[in-house]
């Protein structure tokens, strides 16, 4: 089966780091997708890892662990804007299917 | 580069009725688009997978006959909702990979704005 699984829901505050993780069962793997989503609005790209490690970029970095099926997403100096939906998307071999997460909410706060 | 648009953005429509929503790729050839559906608080479910010139790969529970797919050309995929009813009433999200050679990540796709669907 194919199975990722990311919380549901995080608070931080303004100016602060936040790490949200994702675990991932998929039948076969071809990288890994974090997208934002702020709401009635499509999804935007983040980042996309395919070799294990970290993968910096600005305020926003995306770390993958192939071996585990884990993978997460670091956002630093958090802004009021940052407040949104983030999705952990993996990339299938075969058909290039991309599978979603559910999404994590995150709401900053003052 | 790698813009993709959708019309309409929002449609309010009676049931019964049929509605065609229109994914283009603006500025680059999609050998593949994808539709997908994604309900409030949710996340995107793939509902089918469709290449040009051939028929659309639909997931399992999408029904084909409901929802009609063509990708017509390699900058256009249509998606009609056929004889809608309430319970269709969602928001529709394209995205679209572009071929190799295009100048972008192959794996990467780009999404389009989305098109919010109201059934009464």
Partial sequence: GQNIDQPTEMTATEGAIVQINCTYQTSGFNGLFWYQQHAGEAPTFLSYNVLDGLEEKGRFSSFLSRSKGYSYLLLKELQMKDSASYLCAVLNTGGFKTIFGAGTRLFVKA | ?120
Wanted: glycine share 8%.
């Fill in chain 2, 1 to 120: 580069g790698a813009v993709v648009s959708q019309h309409p953005s929002w449609v309010i429509c009676k049931s019964g009725t049929s509605v065609k929503i229109e994914c283009r790729s603006l500025d680059f050839q999609a050998t593949t688009m994808f539709w997908y559906r994604q309900f409030p608080k949710q996340s995107l479910m793939l509902m089918a997978t469709s290449n040009e010139g051939s028929k659309a790969t639909y997931e399992q529970g999408v029904e084909k006959d409901k929802f009609l797919i063509n990708h017509a050309s390699l900058t256009l995929s249509t998606l009609t909702v056929t004889s809608a009813h309430p319970e269709d009433s969602s928001f529709y999200i394209c995205s679209a990979r572009p071929g190799q050679g295009a100048g972008v990540s192959y794996n990467e796709q780009f999404f389009g704005p989305g098109t919010r669907l109201t059934v009464l």
